[in-house]
DNA sequence: GCAAGGTC
């Protein structure tokens, strides 16, 4: 007779084979997989571990096309099961032939029968011989061989259950991810997916829900009177009745009141006993909670030590939701146990002393026992064991948490003054810890006492100082992580082994991060839960998976055929698939406008700032056609500026456009382009930015002449805007000097030539053309103008003087006004 | 490329 038993993981198998052949083991290779041969009870055994699920569903390939098949399409499609691991389809076959019995003895909850199930319908494809099911909660020598001498049938139910999950969520999940991200793709150019699942999706909900709270909080002022009294036995702290006063009249008031007071007395002393009880067993999401909290270590590090714990004996299975120990629990052979660890040795001989009471919570969901220690071990014993760096820090939270629910409530000694000042009533409180009970082996807990000093009724005390202090109410917090984690828990989102992995999975997605130990949504989570709140609200909330659970619920409980529940699910889906489609505008616009922004900030080269129109992002769209500042928000909001056609671009962040809040481009070499306002000498608010260097008066009105230079052309501009612009050479290095023209008051240039052997000397002149010093200099550089030199010539500055010296004076006049000047200054540009 | 659930 051979008996094959298939276990969920290797480790587990392992366990089970070195107790039921108490020691005496074979490890074989079955298929390249490890597998355990010994003897029991005079039969053969061979037991194998799986890898969790080794099946799973997909949709049939043709439907794998997104662009291809309208998402909607996905929930009238049965998904079909397939092996995922071959390696263990062979191994189990092989195994199956060789048995006379089958036992499915995978961890005892829904997905454990389920992966059982597997492993059975594998095997009976090559064999019919019986398949019954071992169950038990904890790899421990006890309940293993409790669970293989009396193992019980399959449950089919309970396996089913499992299935219907599996193929609900696929339904959703693809339909809902690929509708929703490929909507958003027609809007903005992305190739992140956005995924909706309906334990992932809820999860961000959490995260969003106390986002939004905090964005609507607006904080109140409040104010507090408090008082430092002086007794015989030392200095206390009392607070004015009245609390947080959030009437400022009201507090001034009592303030006033309370002015000048010396002295006050102690009307009454209460001295009160409370207790506070052990917490409760631990179940999984108490655990990991209490890992984050008192040991920084996080839910995902935190149970994948637990698990190894656990297949190392030392703890139980540590998926669990219960927190109420078994009526037959035995403590004491346990405590016993503790007993002999040098450790715990005080807390378990206390224990042993009196009848052992054990705190228990309310939760018994039947599946496995609380997390607890299996058996007592000293640190150094788990550190060689466990390669965890916290494992032992982790068994020994286990291990006190356990031992606390053993042991006496916490005694505290609670003393409350009421005193009276002038009339005005004040409270003082103080708290002593007369009796830690459980307290002694939970250093985790550390509660301070908050010592007063002796005081008599009716004694008068000093008033040393008297406070009347204006607070504000803060805004709520946002979530840690071990927030998140109880909120999941309470509404049944994920199992206690997969909450860490949707946290993870919305911080893959860009929906949320970590900032230590508290989670900060991001823009797109924020949107898409705004958009999936108003289109298919119970998306957002923990309802969705509930919904689903009380279904699977009814297949557990026998009381829904599987068929039924899948058909009442996919139409439960159907319809939030028609509300996220009615709403698919609304859904997505904001979403793609976020993904923009997002991108657009990403894209540092090209963004330059808000839209003012939109709140969207601006940034410069180079097309075929040219180049413009646009909007991200696109096209819902046109809000767009020009820009000159050539010229390098460059984003000066530090330099922002006062008028527009963008930042300012500069155009080629020495030239600024304020958005929307364009060059920046056009601007008036160019002074206040760039404060110019003024050459002299405008001729033409009463602005000052200054000079405006950018790479291929440079001319002197009115700060009024007035039009006039007044040529300048345009080779050379041009100075302007701290000396005025004696005749026109201009300020006196210097010209350095580029090109050696130049005949123009490096003079001091004046520019002016209008003056007889500039006509003089005019008339040596360029003795063919001259009379055009008398000329206005604020019709051309691009031409310049078209004196020889600067050698370009064969360019296209351009009309009067400067920002004329600077397209040809482009175009020119564009032309070499 | 999509979910959630196992496990490594």
Not at 30 to 41: D, R, T
Not at 230 to 254: L, M, Q, S, V
Not at 532 to 539: D, E, K, R
Not at 805 to 825: D, F, I, L, M, Y
Request: glycine share 6%.
């Amino acid at each position: 007779m051979t008996v094959v038993a298939f276990a969920e993981k290797n480790k587990a198998a392992a366990q089970i084979a070195s107790i039921l052949g108490d020691g005496e083991v074979d490890k074989i290779s079955v298929e390249g997989l490890p597998a355990y041969e010994f003897k029991w009870k005079g039969e053969e055994w061979l037991v194998m571990g799986l890898s969790g699920h080794i099946m799973s569903y997909d949709f049939p390939e043709k439907y794998n096309k997104w662009s291809e098949v309208d998402p909607s399409t996905l929930l009238g499609v049965d998904p079909e099961k397939f092996v995922t691991r071959k390696e263990y389809e062979a191994a189990i076959k092989n195994l199956a032939k060789r048995a006379d019995k089958i036992i499915l003895a995978c961890d005892y909850d829904r997905e454990g029968e389920n992966i059982g199930f597997e492993a059975k319908t594998l095997a009976e494809e090559v064999t019919n011989v019986p398949v019954a099911r071992a169950r038990f909660s904890a790899l421990s020598p006890k309940e293993v061989r409790k669970a293989f001498e009396s193992p019980v049938d399959p449950d089919h139910n309970l396996a089913m259950a499992a299935e219907a999950r599996q193929i609900l969520d696929l339904k959703m999940g693809a339909a809902f991810t690929r509708f929703v991200t490929l909507s958003v793709r027609e809007k903005a150019r992305t190739k992140d997916v956005l995924s909706i699942g309906p334990c992932q999706t809820p999860t961000c909900g959490f995260v969003y829900e106390r986002e939004k709270a905090i964005r609507a909080f607006e904080a109140k002022d409040f104010w507090k009177i408090t008082a430092i009294f002086a007794a015989k036995g030392g200095e206390f702290e009392g607070t004015h009745r009245a609390g947080n006063i959030h009437d400022k009249e009201k507090a001034a008031e009592i303030f006033k009141r309370l002015k000048g007071a010396k002295e006050g007395l102690v009307v009454k002393k209460t001295v009160k006993e409370a207790k506070t009880s052990p917490p409760n067993p631990l179940n999984t999401t108490e655990f990991l909670k209490r890992a984050s909290k008192f040991l920084g270590i996080s839910p995902e590090v935190a149970l994948e030590t637990a698990e190894q714990l656990y297949l190392a004996g030392f703890t139980s299975y540590p998926r669990t939701e219960t927190n109420k120990y078994a009526d037959d629990f035995d403590f004491k052979s346990l405590v016993f146990d503790f007993a002999r660890q040098k450790e715990y040795k005080p807390f378990a001989e206390s224990i042993l002393s009196a009848p052992i009471v054990p705190k228990n919570g309310e939760k018994d969901a039947h599946d496995h026992p609380p997390i607890h220690p299996i058996r007592a071990a000293a640190r150094g014993e788990i550190s060689s064991a466990i390669n965890i760096p916290q494992a032992a820090e982790v068994y020994d939270l286990i291990a006190r948490h356990f031992l606390a629910n053993l042991m006496p409530a916490a005694v505290f000694e609670k003393t409350h003054l009421h005193l009276q000042v002038q009339e005005e009533p004040f409270d003082s409180s103080g708290t002593v810890l007369k009796d830690a009970g459980w307290l002694e082996v939970y250093p985790f807990e550390n509660k301070k006492d908050k010592l007063l000093p002796f005081v008599e009724e009716k004694e008068k005390v000093d008033v040393k100082k008297l406070s009347n202090t204006k607070s504000k109410t803060s805004p709520p917090k946002k979530l840690t992580e071990a927030e998140l984690l109880t909120l999941m828990d309470k509404h049944g989102i994920g199992t206690k082994a997969t909450a860490p992995t949707h946290i993870e999975t919305n911080k893959k997605r860009g929906y949320f991060e970590n900032k230590g130990k508290t989670i900060s949504i991001l823009d797109t989570g924020f949107t898409l839960m705004e958009g999936l709140s108003l289109s298919v609200p119970i998306l957002v909330r923990p309802d969705i998976r509930s919904k689903i659970e009380a279904l699977i619920q009814e297949v557990e409980d026998g009381k829904k055929e599987f068929e039924a529940a899948l058909d009442e699910g996919t139409v439960l889906i159907k319809e939030m698939y028609a509300q996220l489609e009615a709403n698919k505008k609304e859904l997505t616009s904001n979403i793609a406008g976020t993904i923009k922004d997002e991108a657009a900030l990403e894209d540092k080269k090209n963004y330059i700032g808000t839209c003012k129109a939109c709140g969207h992002v601006l940034r410069i769209v180079q097309t075929d056609s040219g180049r413009f500042v646009g909007c991200t928000g696109y096209p819902d909001c046109r809000n767009s500026f020009p820009l000159p056609k050539t010229g390098a671009l460059t984003v000066l962040r530090s330099k922002e456009c006062k008028k527009e809040g963008a930042a300012v481009l500069k155009v080629g070499n020495k030239y600024n382009w304020a958005v929307g306002v364009g060059p920046c000498f056009k601007c008036e608010l160019e002074k206040e930015c760039y404060p110019p260097e003024t050459v002299g008066p405008c001729p033409e009105c009463d602005g000052r002449m200054f000079l405006i230079s950018f790479k291929d052309n440079r001319f002197l501009g009115c700060t009024k805007r007035c039009g006039y612009t007044h040529s300048v050479p345009k080779t050379g290095k041009l100075t302007l000097l701290d000396k005025t023209c004696e005749i026109c008051g201009w300020k006196l240039f210097r010209l350095k030539e580029d090109g050696e052997g130049s005949e123009i000397p490096e003079d001091d002149f004046c520019l002016n053309r209008r003056c007889t010093e500039g006509i003089k200099y005019w008339k040596k550089v360029s003795p063919r103008n001259e009379s055009r030199a008398q000329r206005k010539v604020s019709a051309d500055p691009a031409t310049g003087s078209g004196t020889k010296s600067a050698g370009r004076g064969t360019e296209k006049p351009a009309a009067g006004r400067v920002s004329k000047a600077v397209s040809v200054a482009g175009s020119r540009k564009e032309s070499k």
